[in-house]
């Protein structure tokens, strides 16, 4: 708003003097303004090479074959995407990453408003602050240490969760659960919620703060109880903040790699391949960097429908008060 | 009436009850495989595998010793260098970014802001081939130098949205005013809009410590092969290299923890803060 006002105000002024202006001090003008480009010339060079340029030379290499050992470099269309379809993990890689964003928005999304909820009802500020950041500590922490952290607590000989299972009588699920097939990307998945977690309860806890009292207080005097306060009142007014989180936590979804890298390398089997990792293994591996790309695009196009969505949505209308 | 109400408060306390019982379990939850991994960093490895739950008989710091000498301390510097060269860059760039966006007049302005919010969506995974051939014709690859680029390229737009969007708030009276007392672009940069930003730069430096000091998929690819990589590829080299001496894999991975957790309680008012002034509703 105050752009557009600003801008606005300066168009005037190039109005009122714009007829009376020699040309010479018009094209000093210009100058300036190109000249303030320098501001925000670092970031454009950088975004374009870094960045922009990459993602698009990624589509390029995903229509090659290199030939590791002479280097050749051929084009082969879209062999590397049939291939793709081909590929049965891809599929299943694309169905643990689908698993990752689902059981993530539960826990990450869903479950983080809830809890975000209950802790900013509490009445103790100190209380609010405590258990805010203890929540927040495995988020700080690198996945790199998390994953291998809970690589060991799934350990079945040194493990704390087959020894806690054991010690509550649970011994049906004495599993080695990296070790299977059917449980790993579900243990990577689980160690993930316990890292993640506290990250979006505190964004959550931030949104529900900006709040005014006043609507809480007036719903408290009406009778209306916490829980229906919640869904009620909390959660519509906090849907920017949601949609916000529910992108950020799919996006995150399809582009997991460090913990199924360090817990289980994909394994076993491929069963706990995600995209990230099959990429990776393709790509770098195997040194089949067109395959790699190929694989790369479909990350890009999933993200990319994933985040024009939640523009799509956004864009319908913010919350006021 | 009063029945009422001692019913009423009866079902509350219950209520209370549960809620702070499942608050500290899950506090426990949080905490106690972190103190598990600290405390195994003083055990014996003979120790972590016959008793998982017991506390350490004695302070052996040498697992400590040892993971230092072997190979932490080199990850330390790298990652302590990475980490703040690239800080100093994307804070710098984002906050020249945002200044140009939010108070000059630039040609092409729709382009770069289409650019920084664009960027926001775009992940290293997608990139990452690209980049490898890229640093390799640049002789980059295996150098610091990779990874102090391209965490500043990926963090740019995140930290340019963020102290964007807590410039335009600010009020646009005082630098109109510096403009009007002839402060050049850079005076009312350096002198007014900067100053003014501080919460917001401090909690992106903040953010950015905490990308930085735990990225992988870059740190892996671009210094993997090299002896001086960063703390999260270290660790992951030296579980692999120690073997089963896995005390000492717990000793690295408390080293490399600590500072950050010990960043986040020193700064987190500040980040909190910043984050609720730059994330909006």
Redesign the interface.
């Known amino acids: 708003m105050a752009i557009a006002a600003r801008s606005d105000a300066s168009a005037r002024e190039v109005a009122a003097t714009g007829s009376a202006a020699t040309f010479p001090r018009r094209m000093r003008g210009l100058i300036g303004r190109a000249f303030s480009f320098r501001w925000v010339a670092a970031a454009t060079i950088v975004l374009i090479w870094f960045v922009y340029y990459p993602i698009v030379d990624n589509f390029i290499v995903s229509t090659t074959h290199s030939d590791i050992f002479t280097g050749d470099v051929e084009n082969v269309g879209l062999a590397n995407y049939a291939r793709l379809l081909h590929d049965p993990i891809v599929w299943s890689a694309l169905w643990n990453n689908c698993a990752y964003a689902v059981i993530s928005i539960v826990f990450q999304v869903f479950g983080a408003f809830v809890l975000a909820g209950i802790i900013e009802n509490l009445r103790s500020a100190f209380w609010q602050r405590f258990w805010r950041a203890l929540y927040f500590v495995p988020s700080a922490i690198s996945l790199t240490v998390t994953g291998l952290l809970f690589y060991f607590i799934y350990q079945p000989q040194i493990g704390l969760l087959d020894a806690v299972l054991d010690a509550l009588g649970l011994h049906a699920l004495l599993l080695p659960w990296l070790g299977s097939e059917h449980t790993a990307i579900y243990a990577i998945i689980a160690m993930s919620q316990w890292q993640g977690f506290g990250y979006s309860t505190l964004l959550f806890a931030i949104a529900i703060q900006k709040i005014p009292r006043e609507i809480f207080d007036a719903a408290t005097v009406d009778g209306v109880g916490p829980w229906r306060q919640l869904f009620g009142i909390t959660l519509p007014l906090t849907r920017e903040m949601t949609a916000l989180m529910t992108l950020v936590t799919i996006t995150g979804a399809f582009q997991v790699f460090n913990e199924v890298m360090v817990m289980t390398g994909g394994g076993p089997n491929n069963a706990s391949q995600v995209l990230g990792t099959w990429l990776y293994t393709q790509g770098f591996s195997q040194n089949d960097f067109g395959y790699g790309a190929a694989i790369a695009s479909v990350v890009f196009i999933v993200t990319l429908i994933t985040g024009v969505a939640h523009l799509w949505y956004t864009k319908r209308g913010r919350v006021r008060w | 009436m009063s029945h009422a109400v001692r019913e009423r408060s009866a079902a509350a306390v219950i209520g209370q009850t549960l ?1 702070w019982s ?2 500290v379990c ?2 426990i ?6 103190l ?2 600290a405390l ?1 960093g003083f055990k014996t490895n003979a120790q ?2 016959g008793s ?2 017991s506390w350490p008989t004695r302070l052996a710091w040498s697992n400590y010793a040892h993971a230092w000498n072997h190979g932490v301390q080199s990850y330390v510097v790298t990652s302590l260098l990475v980490t703040i060269a690239s800080g100093v860059c994307t804070v710098m ?2 906050a ?2 945002a ?4 108070r ?5 302005q729709p382009v ?1 802001l289409a ?2 919010l664009g ?16 640093f390799q014709d640049l002789g980059l690859y295996n150098s610091d130098w990779a990874l102090i ?2 965490y ?3 963090r ?2 995140f930290t ?1 949205f963020l102290i964007r969007a807590y410039m ?1 708030d600010l009020p ?1 009276e005082l630098d109109e005013a510096a403009k009007l007392d002839g402060a050049s ?1 850079s005076q009312r ?1 350096w002198r007014v809009l900067l100053p003014l930003c501080r919460p917001i730069i401090v909690s992106c430096i903040i953010l950015h410590v ?1 990308f930085a ?2 990225e ?2 870059f740190a ?2 671009f210094t993997g092969g090299s002896q001086t990589t960063t ?3 270290g ?2 080299l030296l ?1 692999a290299r120690t073997g089963s001496n ?1 005390s000492e ?2 000793a690295a ?1 408390t080293i ?2 600590l500072p ?2 010990i ?3 020193a700064t ?1 008012r500040y980040f ?1 803060r910043g ?2 002034e730059g ?3």
């Not at chain 2, 939850?29 to 972190?34: F, Q, S, W």
């Not at chain 2, 960027?119 to 890229?134: C, F, H, N, Q």
């Open positions: 809620l499942f608050l899950l506090g939850v949080v905490a106690y495989p972190l598990w991994m195994n972590i595998f998982p739950f760039i984002s020249w970014t200044f140009g966006l939010t000059l007049k630039i040609p092409g770069v650019l920084v960027g926001l969506m775009l992940s290293p995974t997608v990139a990452l081939i690209p980049l490898v051939r890229m680029i391209l500043t390229a990926f740019v737009p340019t335009i646009v672009e940069f905490l000091w735990n992988y998929i892996m690819v703390l999260p590829v660790l992951a579980m896995y894999v717990f991975m490399s923890s950050i957790v960043v986040f309680f987190q909190i984050l609720a994330l909006g509703k």
